[in-house]
Every structure is written in structure tokens, then in C-alpha cells.
């Protein structure tokens, strides 16, 4: 898995991208669940700027600027937030979560990258309806993921061996 670059914004951009953030009210990963929501936010940031950024682009430069407190990390709610209901384990069964797990390890995939990227999220859809002759919304299942991955039970991928990632291996060698 590639890194991805979040796009560029200016600080006027990254203010008022904050701002819009703060009058809708809905948490990131809660967007997914609300793809209306999420095309209003879009349409409105790209009216507002000119831009003509994806709904993947916005969610990936949230999550990203939430993980960076150097830049000042993200907005936060403090409980004051419009709340879903989040997706219980029902949704799939526990041979269907197995699958789902396997394939995300597989290619190494965290939740997050499945947030941002629409082709990973419907890749796996179309690999579990294949598997289980069954479909359900993209949305609701990179919704899922996220809610197993919050309480905790969906597990880390670790860090990846990669012959080419010397790490701290060549220390010695400066």
C-alpha cells in the first residue's frame, strides 16, 4: 500500500474547510454513513472555494490533519455532535467478519485507508458479495469496519516487513 498525499490547502482553505466542518456537526467516519450529508459538504466546499475536490479527498485530509497535532490536529466535538447510530456486529456474520479480516490483512489494508479510498472499499464488496452471494452497501460495510476497529476488536495489521524499509538497520553505517 502506497502512501497517499493529502491535498494541498492553503491556510485560508484549511480555516474554512474547519469552519464548514464545525456547522455540519457529523464526525468524519459518520459521513460514510451519510453519503447525502457528505455530497451536500462536498458541493458546498467546492462551491465555496472553486475546487473541485472528491468526498475521498476530504475525508483522507481530515483524518489526516486529526492524526497531526503539529499542524493542529482537527476539530472536535466534545459529545456536541449529530449522532448515528453506529453499525452493531449483526451486520455480518461471523464467518462473513472472518472473510472481511482476512482480505483486509491480506492487502493490508487499515479501516481508515478504507474510508478514503473508493476503490479499495468497493474491491472488497465486490470480493465478499462473490464469496457470499450477497451484497450490502458500501457505505454500511467500510461503516462497519470502522465501528469493529473503534471498539477495539478488529485486529492491528502490524508493522510491515519491507526489505526496502531499512528502518533504523543502518544506524551504524553514518
Keep these: 500500500m502506497t502512501r497517499r498525499k493529502t491535498i494541498p490547502l492553503s491556510p485560508d482553505e484549511d480555516s474554512l474547510l474547519r469552519y464548514l466542518y464545525r456547522q455540519y456537526?457529523?464526525?468524519?467516519?459518520?459521513?460514510?454513513?451519510?453519503?447525502n450529508d457528505l455530497s451536500e459538504f462536498v458541493e458546498l466546499w467546492n462551491r465555496a472555494t472553486s475546487r473541485n475536490d472528491t468526498a475521498d479527498e476530504l475525508i483522507h485530509y481530515m483524518m489526516t490533519r486529526r492524526k497531526d497535532s503539529r499542524r493542529g490536529g482537527w476539530v472536535t466535538f466534545k459529545g456536541k455532535h449529530q449522532r448515528v447510530r453506529?453499525?452493531?456486529n449483526?451486520?455480518?456474520?461471523?464467518?462473513?467478519?472472518?472473510?472481511?479480516?482476512d482480505i483486509l490483512q491480506e492487502r493490508?489494508?487499515?479501516?481508515d485507508n478504507l474510508a478514503t479510498d473508493h476503490s479499495l472499499a468497493q474491491e472488497l464488496n465486490k470480493r465478499f458479495a462473490l464469496k457470499f452471494g450477497r451484497t450490502i452497501p458500501i457505505s454500511l460495510l467500510v461503516a462497519s469496519v470502522i465501528a469493529k476497529r473503534k471498539r477495539g476488536t478488529l485486529p492491528k495489521l502490524g508493522r510491515k516487513d519491507d526489505d526496502q524499509d531499512m528502518?533504523?538497520?543502518?544506524?551504524?553505517a553514518v
Design 25 to 35: 456537526r457529523i464526525p468524519i467516519e459518520q459521513f460514510l454513513q451519510r453519503p
Design 86 to 88: 453506529s453499525p452493531g
Design 90 to 101: 449483526s451486520v455480518l456474520t461471523p464467518d462473513e467478519w472472518s472473510y472481511i479480516v
Design 108 to 111: 493490508r489494508v487499515t479501516a
Design 167 to 172: 528502518g533504523f538497520r543502518d544506524i551504524d
